[in-house]
């Protein structure tokens, strides 16, 4: 897949989670194009490894990730000029009170603890997907030469 191409970016290491956000938003017709990376440093990599590319709308990002986790690349994302208004939604299981105050304090975008329940999953990522990607108006580049 071209990343020129990307909307979304999903960093989530659980393969039955991702499987089930893939299938809920492609039968949804949220998004088609969906990169996935299954660990912190392949999101690094993805994000800022190749030089500049089209970076993508929304990036769904699961915190416990193997080799960098998911709070050291929420604080690489929102501290570089390039990728901060990227809007972060970290879907987690998580429930420590650490975990969110760190998110919110490095800027994510918002905060969502997987629901265990099937149905409930499901719905939860429908409705994100929505959100985000379809009725949420994302910060675009301004170019203050041409203001």
């Known amino acids: 897949m ?8 999903l960093v989530e290491d659980n393969p039955s989670d991702e499987e089930l956000t893939l299938h809920v938003l492609k039968k ?17 990599e993805f994000l ?8 993508p709308k929304l990036i769904l ?14 604080n690489r994302i929102k501290g ?3 990728t901060k208004m990227i809007p972060v939604v970290v879907l987690t299981s998580s429930r420590e009170d650490s975990d969110l105050v760190t998110c919110y304090q490095l800027g994510v975008n918002s905060y969502i603890v997987k629901p265990v329940d099937f149905a409930q999953f499901t719905e939860s990522i429908r409705q994100l997907g929505l959100y985000w990607l379809l009725l949420n108006e994302a910060a675009r580049k301004f170019d203050q030469k041409t203001a």
């Open 2 to 9: 071209s990343t020129d191409a990307v909307e979304l970016l």
């Open 28 to 44: 949804n017709h949220l998004t088609n194009r969906i990169h996935v990376v299954r660990d912190g440093a392949e999101a690094l």
């Open 48 to 55: 800022f490894g190749n030089g500049v590319r089209n970076l």
């Open 61 to 74: 990002l699961d915190l416990k990730l193997p080799k960098v986790n998911g709070i050291e690349v929420l």
């Open 80 to 82: 570089d000029d390039r």
